[in-house]
């Protein structure tokens, strides 16, 4: 029998060109919960939407835990777990008070944000995203891409119309199709996945795949000394690419804690046969 060992680092720069930070993020190992968020649009309105949904999603959650027949916000979808629909939910509340803020206040027209959201529950890690924020999953040396972009490049790749090798390049490259607040309402992409001991997720912003590729984040994530030396070298290298964008890196380890003496010894005790007095 074990519990959840999660441990995590974060790092978010501004970048070399960009002249403030509109990533928010959110590390909460104790809930299992970590978000990345990358706001957008003009006068700072990017940082107030991203700053609003890395506050909504938490508080969305808690308030659930405390009452969990808390409506959902939007249906709730049979093939996935109640955590990870309840996680749908807050990010649909985040959209609709970010949509409602940007539409009662001229500042902050037409602001939004991606969000990449990771919460783990039992021995299942719930995803839920909008954008093109990203969530990788290192396992066994290999890394895997757990999110797909929403994005213009990202679509026109899927239909075949541009090249994976092309897209970086691409004019439109940084044009979302789908964001937090933006519209009233917004399709929250979902997962799931079934965490192993010495799973290693890595949630970021695009200023960090815009210029570094997915073995380069593997290699420094499997070298570097701990998690903290990772997330700053993840920066490091975003800015050595040309720093044009803010870039928030979040890594997260999950690993087997095996229970204290007394709760191993109590779950001896606990499962062991009654005895019939004679």
Not at 26 to 36: E, K, R
Not at 90 to 98: D, K, Q, S
Not at 223 to 229: G, V
């Amino acid at each position: 029998m074990h519990t959840w060992h999660v441990t995590h680092s974060a790092a978010s720069d501004t970048g070399l060109v960009r002249r403030h930070n509109e990533d928010r993020f959110h590390a909460d190992p104790a809930a299992g919960l970590f978000l990345v968020c990358d706001g957008m649009g003009g006068h700072r309105a990017g940082e107030v939407a991203s700053s609003r949904t890395v506050a909504l999603i938490p508080q969305h959650l808690t308030a659930a835990a405390a009452a969990p027949t808390l409506p959902l916000l939007g249906p709730a979808r049979p093939e996935w777990s109640a955590a990870t629909n309840r996680l749908a939910s807050a990010v649909r509340l985040a959209n609709h008070r970010v949509h409602q803020e940007s539409v009662h206040n001229p500042a902050y027209a037409g602001m939004g944000t991606t969000v990449v959201a990771a919460w783990l529950t039992g021995s299942t890690m719930s995803l839920a995203h909008v954008g093109d924020s990203r969530l990788y999953l290192i396992r066994d040396r290999a890394i895997q891409l757990l999110t797909r972009d929403h994005s213009l490049v990202q679509e026109q790749v899927r239909a075949g119309l541009l090249t994976e090798a092309d897209a970086p390049r691409a004019a439109h490259k940084h044009v979302l199709t789908r964001a937090v607040g933006v519209q009233p309402e917004v399709e929250v992409e979902l997962g799931e996945v079934s965490v192993l001991d010495g799973d290693l997720f890595l949630l970021c912003s695009d200023g960090l795949t815009a210029g570094v590729s997915a073995d380069t984040i593997l290699r420094v994530l499997l070298e570097s000394p701990d998690l903290q030396a990772a997330s700053n070298r993840l920066i490091a290298l975003s800015n050595d690419a040309g720093g044009s964008d803010n870039t928030t890196v979040v890594a997260v380890k999950v690993t087997h804690r095996e229970p204290g003496l007394w709760n191993r010894l109590y779950g001896r005790l606990c499962s062991s046969p009654a005895m019939e007095p004679s």
